[in-house]
């Protein structure tokens, strides 16, 4: 009895322990599913927290993108009622443009008559000022006439001239007449050192030894014989009896 008292504890200890790994291995078992269960139902849940955190998200970025609209709007309806100072300031500047073309179209006629005025004006100055500057010939006799007999074949007269302003460089008496063939003029001197501002002597001197009545000039020239010619000029006229 005491070997099977000693053995019987022994196995029931065995069977016990073995029995007890069973139900540790059951346990092991249902702490595994429910270990499984616990991580799927957190799965679920992280899933279910970020799908409403992305609706959420969603709904907030439809949301201000529908305030952005709406402020767009609003912005343009404000800029329709309230124009920007941009768009005044062009306003005005055109305005004042318009008004600016109104005066001038309205005051055209008066700048055109002043601007008439003022170049007539001008022309008259600038006329009297050359005319003040531009010397003009002086005759003590003109016309002169000179006659003489065929026979005799020349005849003279004496005048005298001066340029006023005075053209205090040298000048150059030059003669034309009408019928070179027939009748010639000339002077004596023919060339002077200045023109005025007194009166100059000379002497003119025409031949001829066909009767008749002829005409010549003398005119006064700047410097030499084809010289500016400084007006007017000498008629004389040839009377041959």
């Given at each position: 009895m005491q070997g099977d008292?000693?053995?019987?504890?022994?196995?029931?200890i065995i069977i016990a322990h073995g029995g007890f790994l069973r139900n540790s291995g059951v346990v092991r078992k249902q702490s595994g599913v429910a270990e499984r269960s616990w991580g799927l139902a957190t799965r679920s849940f992280q899933r279910g927290r970020q799908e409403y955190n992305y609706d959420l998200w969603?709904?907030?970025?439809?949301?201000?993108?529908?305030g952005c609209k709406n402020n767009r709007a609003r912005e343009l309806r404000m800029q329709k009622l309230f124009p920007s100072?941009?768009?005044?300031?062009?306003?005005r500047d055109q305005s004042t443009t318009l008004q600016s073309l109104s005066t001038i179209r309205r005051y055209l006629p008066h700048l055109l008559v002043v601007i008439s005025i003022s170049l007539v004006m001008v022309g008259?100055?600038?006329?009297?000022?050359?005319?003040?500057?531009?010397?003009?010939?002086?005759?003590?006799?003109?016309?002169?006439?000179?006659?003489?007999?065929?026979?005799?074949?020349?005849?003279?007269?004496t005048d005298s001239f001066k340029c006023a302003p005075p053209y205090l460089k040298p000048i150059v008496l030059?003669?034309?007449?009408?019928n070179p063939v027939l009748v010639s003029l000339t002077t004596s001197p023919s060339s002077f050192p200045q023109c005025g501002p007194s009166y100059t002597t000379f002497?003119?001197?025409?031949?001829?030894?066909?009767p008749g009545t002829y005409s010549g000039t003398v005119t006064i020239r700047q410097t030499s014989q084809y010289g500016t010619a400084i007006p007017p000029s000498l008629i004389v006229k040839i009377v041959v009896t």
């Open positions: 008292t000693g053995v019987y504890p022994l196995g029931l969603s709904t907030n970025v439809l949301r201000d993108c529908m100072t941009q768009s005044l300031k062009l306003s008259s100055a600038a006329t009297v000022l050359s005319a003040t500057t531009t010397p003009k010939a002086l005759w003590s006799t003109n016309p002169i006439t000179i006659t003489f007999s065929h026979n005799a074949g020349a005849g003279s007269a030059t003669t034309t007449v009408n002497t003119l001197t025409a031949h001829s030894i066909v």
